[in-house]
């Protein structure tokens, strides 16, 4: 999904060092964001009005290189970023100060185990080579696909690759199946070459996506990030009411059609303020943070990125989306 280390590092440095000459003159916080649907829907609360409607002095950032907004933030270059939850585990064991304060979106389909049109079943991938970036969502999702048809990470051959690469060597033959995110899936889908055999639809609650900020700023700038919280809710409930006119507003940010756009907006469940309340707080549901901090961190404990799983009351402030829901 978002670990898009083949895009170009070289032009998320240009925009970091833009960064350094921003003021706040009309912003008090900056807010990374890149190619993601539950994250270019920002662009739907500034052009609605949202964030000046609600008081939330913010500024977005566009970051072409997603790790680079997550590299920004924990570097402190930022104030506020849109990432996934499995990576702002590292940095928060890493003794980063961050705060998660808002769930924009959990990945319902955008994500996906492609495999090609021989094989139909868990059993037809055994000894199968899959093509995915390592330590990324994709891995994540592929083997906790695996494990759900009882197999394992050694029952196939994962071979590293960026998530385009992954793509393009399932569409030419290389390997027999791809962890690949949208819109790779459609392209894959669109060639023909290959199908999906599992996808985060599957998975409720695997893959959650976050508004991260630094603490300091947190305790700075609370009401603008109350008035953030408000704008987001806003802007969830004009995707729903009105998704084409959604669409038209993201798809120029990201040089696609509304109508391509519309596609990768539908695998994304999108989190107004019911959802975050249950995301932000302990509970059974599969869309809590609490339960998803535990087996996202399992998956980083396995493959060595972080030595402990967090506690989960450590980095949460459901105080923000909290007040926002009054």
Request: glycine share 6%.
């Amino acid at each position: 999904m978002h670990t898009v280390k083949e895009l170009l590092v070289a032009a998320g440095f240009v925009v970091c060092a833009q960064l350094g000459l921003m003021t706040q003159a009309s912003a008090r916080i900056t807010l990374g964001l890149s190619d993601w649907p539950g994250w270019v829907a920002w662009y739907v609360a500034q052009h609605n009005g949202y964030l000046k409607k609600y008081g939330a002095h913010v500024r977005l950032v566009w970051f072409p290189s997603y790790m680079t907004s997550v590299e920004a933030l924990s570097a402190g270059r930022i104030d506020a970023n849109c990432q996934a939850l499995i990576d702002t585990i590292a940095p928060i064991v890493k003794k980063v100060p961050l705060k998660v304060i808002l769930v924009t979106d959990n990945s319902a389909g955008n994500d996906a185990l492609m495999v090609n049109n021989s094989i139909h079943s868990f059993a037809g991938l055994k000894g199968k080579s899959i093509a995915v970036e390592m330590n990324s969502i994709e891995e994540y999702l592929d083997v906790t696909a695996l494990q759900e048809h009882h197999m394992s990470a050694a029952d196939v051959h994962f071979i590293n690759m960026s998530t385009g690469d992954s793509a393009a060597a399932l569409i030419t033959g290389r390997v027999a199946a791809a962890g690949v995110w949208n819109p790779w899936i459609q392209r894959i889908e669109a060639r023909h070459a290959g199908h999906a055999l599992f996808t985060s639809a599957q998975a409720p609650g695997l893959i959650p996506d976050l508004v991260v900020a630094r603490a300091s700023v947190v305790a700075a700038h609370r009401k603008d990030f109350v008035g953030l919280a408000k704008a987001w809710f806003a802007t969830v409930r004009f995707i729903k009411a009105h998704p084409r006119k959604a669409a038209a507003i993201m798809a120029p940010h990201v040089d696609l059609t509304p109508a391509v756009y519309a596609a990768s907006l539908s695998g994304t469940r999108l989190f107004g303020k019911h959802l975050n309340h249950i995301a932000m707080n302990p509970g059974p549901s599969s869309a809590s943070l609490y339960n998803s901090t535990v087996h996202t961190g399992r998956f980083l404990e396995q493959v060595k990125m972080v030595k402990a799983i967090p506690n989960p009351r450590t980095f949460i402030d459901a105080g923000i989306v909290d007040q926002a829901g009054r």
